[in-house]
T-cell receptor, first 115, second 112 residues
Framework: DAGVTQSPTHLIKTRGQHVTLRCSPI?????VSWYQQVLGQGPQFIFQ???????GRGNFPDRFSARQFPNYSSELNVNALLLGDSALYLC??????????????FGSGTQLSVL | GENVEQHPSTLSVQEGDSAVIKCTYS??????FPWYKQELGKGPQLIID?????GEKKDQRIAVTLNKTAKHFSLHITETQPEDSAVYFC???????????FGKGITLSVRP
C-alpha cells in the first residue's frame, strides 16, 4: 500500500508569492495534519483536518491556510511568503484524530525555499 | 502548552553497543509518547510509541520506558548497527489537543 504522498518534493519561490502544497493520506485514513520543520529542529504543528473539518491549529499566522477534500487529500496554502517560511513541510495521516491516540504517519515532505 | 526537551543533542556509539536517548516533557496531562527516526531527505518514521498507562514497551532491538512521575521517557536501542544512524525525535501528545509536540532531535552516529 502507498504511504503518505506529497507534491511537489521541492519548490523555490520568491518573497511575496503564494504556494500550494498537496498531500494524499494513506488509504483508509481520514485525518491529515501539517507540520513545518525548520533545519535542525523538530516538526512544528500547523493544522489538523478530520472529515474535512479543521480540528486543530498551531501558532502560525493567518497567511497559512489549509483544506481537506472529500477524498481526504489536503492542500496547505501559504500567502505572502517570507524568507522565514523556508522549511520542510510535512504531511501526516492518521485514521482518526489524535484525541483517540491514533498513530501518525508522515510523508517525505515538500522542501520549500523562499528567496 | 507542552514543552519537550531531548538530550543529548548528539550521540556517537560503537557498532554493537547500546544507545539511550532521553526526553522530558512538561505537561502532566500528556498521554501518548511516540519516537520517530528521520533519515536524510525523508520524513519522520514512527519506530515505537508508548501510552501513559504503560511503563515499558519493547520491539526487537528497540524499547521505550516511561516515568510519569518524573515526566521523562527514554528510547533504548541495543546491538546498534550503522543503519541506525539517523536523527531521532521524541514527541508528546496531551489529551486535550490533536497535535504532537516534538523535541529538537538527536543525531545518532553508529561507528562501524
Amino acid at each position: 500500500d502507498a504511504g503518505v504522498t506529497q507534491s511537489p518534493t521541492h519548490l523555490i519561490k520568491t518573497r511575496g508569492q503564494h504556494v500550494t502544497l498537496r498531500c494524499s493520506p494513506i488509504s483508509g485514513h481520514k485525518s491529515v495534519s501539517w507540520y513545518q520543520q525548520v533545519l535542525g529542529q523538530g516538526p512544528q504543528f500547523i493544522f489538523q483536518y478530520y472529515e474535512k473539518e479543521e480540528r486543530g491549529r498551531g501558532n502560525f499566522p493567518d497567511r497559512f491556510s489549509a483544506r481537506q477534500f472529500p477524498n481526504y487529500s489536503s492542500e496547505l496554502n501559504v500567502n505572502a511568503l517570507l524568507l522565514g517560511d523556508s522549511a520542510l513541510y510535512l504531511c501526516a495521516s492518521s485514521y482518526g484524530t489524535l484525541r483517540t491516540n491514533e498513530k501518525l504517519f508522515f510523508g517525505s515532505g515538500t522542501q520549500l525555499s523562499v528567496l | 502548552g507542552e514543552n519537550v526537551e531531548q538530550h543529548p543533542s548528539t550521540l556517537s556509539v560503537q557498532e554493537g553497543d547500546s544507545a539511550v536517548i532521553k526526553c522530558t516533557y512538561s505537561d502532566s496531562a500528556s498521554n501518548y509518547f511516540p519516537w520517530y527516526k528521520q533519515e536524510l531527505g525523508k520524513g519522520p518514521q514512527l519506530i515505537i510509541d508508548i501510552r501513559s498507562n504503560v511503563g515499558e514497551k519493547k520491539d526487537q532491538r528497540i524499547a521505550v520506558t516511561l516515568n510519569k512521575t518524573a515526566k521523562h521517557f527514554s528510547l533504548h536501542i541495543t546491538e546498534t548497527q550503522p543503519e541506525d544512524s539517523a536523527v531521532y525525535f521524541c514527541a508528546a501528545k496531551d489529551g486535550a489537543n490533536s497535535k504532537l509536540t516534538f523535541g529538537k532531535g538527536i543525531t545518532l552516529s553508529v561507528r562501524p
